[in-house]
């Protein structure tokens, strides 16, 4: 199970932090990965990190905004700087057990509920 926290209103040039933790069975060091979507489009890639932590991916339209990162066994954080007004999306984490980078929304084999980030102008 994954828990997801840290959403909120936030106004643009802001920042957050959301957080995503793993519950239960958790031996292995997952990939985790953080998608998002917004009203009336399809889920979309934003970052993943490798079980290690040692690898990360991040979607260019991000870039040099969002930075992923892992804490304690199974937890991921998102640090989101210079938030825009569409980066307004319900933004979920995900996982995979095989520890295989989740770049797509195939990848994963588990999902958290989702947090809503909106970004005033």
């Known amino acids: 199970q994954l828990q997801a926290s840290g959403g909120g209103v936030v106004q643009a040039g802001g920042s957050l932090r959301l957080s995503c933790a793993a519950s239960g069975h958790t031996n292995n060091d997952y990939a985790m990965a953080w998608f998002r979507q917004a009203p009336g489009e399809e889920r979309k890639f934003v970052a993943a990190?490798?079980?290690?932590?040692?690898?990360t991916n991040v979607a260019d339209s991000v870039k040099g905004r969002f930075t992923i990162s892992r804490g304690a066994k199974n937890t991921v954080y998102l640090q989101m700087n210079s938030l825009k007004p569409e980066d307004t999306a319900v933004y979920y984490c995900?996982?995979?057990?095989?520890?295989?980078?989740?770049?797509?929304?195939?990848?994963?084999?588990?999902w958290g509920q989702g947090t809503l980030v909106t970004v005033s102008s």
């Open positions: 995900a996982a995979n057990r095989r520890r295989i980078q989740v770049l797509d929304t195939t990848l994963a084999d588990s």
């Open positions: 990190i490798s079980g290690s932590g040692g690898i």
